[in-house]
C-alpha cells in the first residue's frame, strides 16, 4: 500500500499526518486511460470546505474513491461534512487556526514547503509540484520566468525592494493610474487601484496589511492599470510527462473587488487565432513552470488595442468547459497520461457560471453573514448548481462569503443566457443579504447580452445596475393579504405563525399595514376582500389562499400571482414574485412612533456587518476630519476602513483592537458640540 493524499491535524506542520490509500484502478478505465493506467486511489483525504469540497466529493463517488473531511468548528453541521465517508475537526473556526491542505487552490495549495513536505513524507499531493508552486507562488518570480518564456506581462515595478520609499518612487516612474497587487495570493485581497500619488502610501500599507494576513508574505508588485481591460482565463491541465493542454479560453470581466462574479466560455468578440495564440500562450507558461495537474492562467487585455498580458498562474478545480477536471487530476495524480491531445479538446456550445455571494451589493459589496432561513434551488431551468450550503446552515463571517455557483449550458451563448436569466429568476436564498438580484440586472443588461464586456462594466452602468423601482401595489397588496390570512390561522389555530404583528384579528373587518413608507388597507367581506394601496380611492378586489405557510395565492380582478413569502427579523417579509425579489419592513402600528430611534446620526460611525476589529487609530479627545480613518475592521479576510463622516471631535470609542463587533454597533462616536 503507497500513502496518497495527506492532511494536518492541526494548523502546524509539526500535526500527525492522516495516511489514506492507494488501490485499484478507482474508475480510471472510464476516462479511456486504459487498462495499462496506473492505479487509482482508495481514499482521499479533502481538506477544503463548502462547494469545493462537495464537488470533489461527488466526482470521489463515482469513481469508487472513500472520502475524508476535515473541518473546523464553525462548519462541523456542513453538507461536505456529512457526504464525506469520514470527517475529522481540526481546530476553531479562525482559517489561520483551522487550515490544513487546500486542494485545488487558496491557502496551503499554494505554499511550495507544504507541498515539499508531503513529497518528503512519501504522500501524493493532488495539485502541482513543489517547485512549480514556488515559481508561480510569487508574482513578482512568475512575471520573470514568463519573460523569459516569451509570454507577454503587464509593465511595473516587481523588485524585490518593499521599502516605503523605494515603492513610492517605484509608483512615480510606472505612472498613473497603477495598481497594486500582492505577489502571493490572488482572489482580489490586497488589490488597491491608485490614482492620486498623495494617496499611495496608504494604500500600499493597507494592501501589505491585508496580504500578510491571508498570505503570510506583505510582498507587493506595482503595474500599469489598463483603464479598459477584460479578463480572460485560459484553463489548462498538464502530465508529469511533459505535455499540457489548453481546454480554450473563458471570460471573467463581470468583477466587483476585482473578484468575478459571472464566468461564461468561450469568451465572446474574440478571433479564432486570437483564441488559438491565447492557448499556445497558456502553455506556455504552464510548461516554463514545469506545471501539474488543472491550472488557470489568467491574462488581462486591452479592450482598446487587444494587446493582451500575462497576470498569474493558479490551480483549480471547478469545471466550466464540460470535462470533469477532478477526474483528470485523480488520474494525473497517480501517473497517468492526460486522456487528451489538443486537437481532441471539444467546446461545445456556451457556458455561464454566475457565483452567488453572501453580501449586499447596494453598500459596495459588503459580505454579510447569518443562518439561511430559507433556500430554494431552480427547479424548471436546466442547470447545475454546486453550494456547500443548506437552508439552516450559519454562512460564516470566518470565510469566504460564497454561498453557490449556478452554472447553465446551452448550445451558443443567446440560449446559455437565457437559461442563467430563467435560472437566478428561479434561484430563492433569505437569511443574509445576497447578490442574486445583482446578477439578475446584470445578465439582463443589453450590453452584456451584446457580447464583449470591460472589467469596468459594474462602475460603468452603476446607475442602471442599481436602478431603483417603486414597489409595486400588487406587491403590497400581496403582502398585507398574507398577514391578514395568518392572522386568521392564528385567531383560530394559534403555532409559530401567531407571533406576527397585528395578529388579534378578531371580528375586525378592517386592516390597515405600513411597509416602509407605503400603507395598505384590507377590508374583509363575505367571500373575498378588498385592497386600497396609499389611499389612493382604488379599490381592488382579490380572494386569496395560502397553498402552505409561505405559498401565496391571489386572484386579483385581472391576473393570478403565486408568491412565496418568507418573514424573517421579526418585521421583515421577503416576497419572491414572477422571478423577483421585494423586501418589505412591515411597521407594527403599536411601535410606529419608537421607529425614529433606531436612526442613525452623522455622529456615530457604525459596523457596516459582522466584523472584527483590527485597528483603533483616534481616541477620545481627538480631532478628525471628514474622511479620515478613525478604524479598521475585517469580515471574511477582506479590511474595511471607517471613516469620519465629517470634521470633530472624538467624543468616545466603543471598541478595542481584536473586539468582535456586530452589525450596526457604533464604533466611534464623535462629540455632538462640533466647537469643541
Not at 240 to 264: T, Y
Not at 508 to 516: E, G, H, I, L, N
Not at 533 to 544: E, F, K, N, Q
Request: with cysteine.
Amino acid at each position: 500500500m503507497s500513502r496518497v493524499l495527506l492532511a494536518l491535524e492541526g494548523s502546524d506542520l509539526g500535526g500527525r499526518l492522516i495516511n489514506v490509500e492507494q488501490g485499484g484502478l478507482g474508475g480510471l478505465e472510464a476516462l479511456g486511460l486504459g487498462g495499462d493506467s496506473k492505479p487509482g486511489f482508495k481514499k482521499i483525504l479533502i481538506a477544503n470546505r463548502g462547494e469545493i469540497a462537495c464537488r470533489i466529493i461527488r466526482t470521489a463517488r463515482k469513481l469508487g474513491v472513500s472520502t475524508v473531511a476535515v473541518y473546523s468548528e464553525a462548519d462541523k453541521d456542513c453538507i461536505h461534512v456529512k457526504m464525506a465517508d469520514e470527517a475529522y475537526c481540526i481546530g476553531p473556526a479562525a482559517s489561520s487556526e483551522s487550515y490544513a491542505i487546500h486542494p485545488g487552490y487558496g491557502f496551503l495549495s499554494e505554499s511550495p514547503s507544504f507541498a515539499q513536505r508531503i513529497a518528503d513524507e512519501g504522500l501524493v499531493f493532488i495539485g502541482p509540484p513543489a517547485e512549480a508552486i514556488r515559481s508561480m507562488g510569487s508574482k513578482r518570480e512568475s512575471k520573470e520566468i514568463m519573460l523569459k518564456a516569451g509570454v507577454p506581462c503587464v509593465p511595473g515595478y516587481h523588485g524585490a525592494a518593499q521599502d516605503l520609499d523605494t515603492l513610492t518612487s517605484a509608483a512615480s516612474s510606472v505612472g498613473l493610474p497603477l495598481l497594486i497587487k500582492p505577489t502571493h495570493g490572488g482572489g482580489g485581497k490586497g488589490m488597491r487601484i491608485v490614482r492620486d500619488l498623495s494617496e499611495f502610501q496608504e494604500e500600499v500599507l493597507s494592501a501589505k496589511r491585508e496580504a500578510i494576513k491571508s498570505f503570510g508574505n506583505d510582498e507587493v508588485l506595482l503595474e500599469r492599470w489598463l483603464e479598459r481591460p477584460r479578463h480572460v482565463e485560459v484553463q489548462v491541465f498538464a502530465d508529469g510527462f511533459g505535455e499540457c493542454v489548453a481546454l480554450w479560453e473563458r471570460d471573467c470581466s463581470v468583477q466587483r473587488r476585482h473578484q468575478k462574479i459571472i464566468e461564461e466560455a468561450p469568451a465572446p468578440g474574440l478571433s479564432m487565432e486570437l483564441k488559438k495564440d491565447l492557448a499556445e500562450k497558456a502553455v506556455a507558461a504552464a510548461k516554463a513552470v514545469n506545471y501539474v495537474g488543472a491550472g488557470t492562467v489568467e491574462f488581462i487585455m486591452d479592450a482598446t488595442t487587444g494587446e493582451y498580458f500575462f497576470m498569474e498562474i493558479h490551480p483549480v478545480t471547478e469545471m466550466v468547459t464540460g470535462v470533469d477536471l477532478v477526474e483528470w487530476q485523480l488520474a494525473i495524480a497517480a501517473g497517468n497520461r492526460l486522456p487528451m491531445t489538443q486537437a481532441e479538446v471539444p467546446c461545445i456550445g456556451h457556458a455561464f457560471e454566475a457565483r452567488i455571494y453572501a453580501e449586499r451589493p447596494e453598500a459596495n459589496f459588503l459580505p454579510d453573514a447569518g443562518k439561511l432561513l430559507h433556500t430554494r434551488a431552480p427547479t424548471s431551468a436546466p442547470h447545475r448548481l454546486e453550494t456547500g450550503f443548506q437552508e439552516g446552515d450559519d454562512v460564516s463571517s470566518y470565510y469566504d462569503p460564497m454561498i453557490a455557483k449556478l452554472i447553465v449550458h446551452g448550445k451558443d451563448r443567446a440560449e446559455a443566457l437565457a437559461l442563467l436569466r430563467s435560472a437566478l429568476a428561479e434561484y430563492q436564498v433569505v437569511g443574509p443579504s445576497t447578490n442574486i438580484e445583482f446578477l439578475k440586472a446584470v445578465a439582463a443588461h443589453p450590453d452584456f447580452a451584446a457580447g464583449p464586456v470591460e472589467t469596468s462594466f459594474i462602475p460603468q452602468h452603476h446607475d442602471e445596475l442599481f436602478k431603483t423601482e417603486p414597489m409595486p401595489p400588487r406587491i403590497l397588496g400581496q403582502a398585507a393579504l398574507f398577514l391578514v390570512l395568518h392572522e386568521q390561522e392564528a385567531v383560530t389555530g394559534g403555532g409559530p405563525w401567531s407571533t406576527l404583528a397585528h395578529r388579534r384579528f378578531g371580528d375586525v373587518a378592517q386592516r390597515t399595514y405600513k411597509f416602509d413608507d407605503r400603507e395598505v388597507t384590507v377590508r374583509i367581506l363575505p367571500s373575498g376582500y378588498e385592497v386600497e394601496v396609499d389611499g389612493s380611492g382604488t379599490v381592488d378586489r382579490a380572494s386569496a389562499s395560502l397553498k402552505d405557510r409561505t405559498e401565496l395565492v391571489t386572484q386579483w380582478s385581472d391576473t393570478r400571482l403565486a408568491s412565496t413569502i418568507i418573514p424573517s427579523g421579526g418585521h421583515k417579509l421577503h416576497i419572491f414574485d414572477s422571478g423577483r425579489q421585494y423586501v418589505l419592513h412591515h411597521t407594527p402600528s403599536e411601535v410606529e412612533a419608537d421607529s425614529a430611534a433606531t436612526t442613525q446620526t452623522a455622529n456615530a460611525m457604525t459596523s457596516p456587518m459582522p466584523a472584527t476589529v483590527i485597528e483603533v487609530r483616534v481616541k477620545p479627545g481627538d480631532k478628525v476630519e471628514a474622511n479620515q480613518v478613525v478604524c479598521v475592521l475585517e469580515s471574511m479576510k477582506m479590511e474595511i476602513n471607517i471613516r469620519a463622516g465629517r470634521d470633530g471631535v472624538v467624543g468616545a470609542v466603543n471598541v478595542e483592537k481584536g473586539q468582535v463587533v456586530e452589525e450596526g454597533a457604533v464604533l466611534v462616536a464623535l462629540d455632538s458640540d462640533e466647537s469643541a
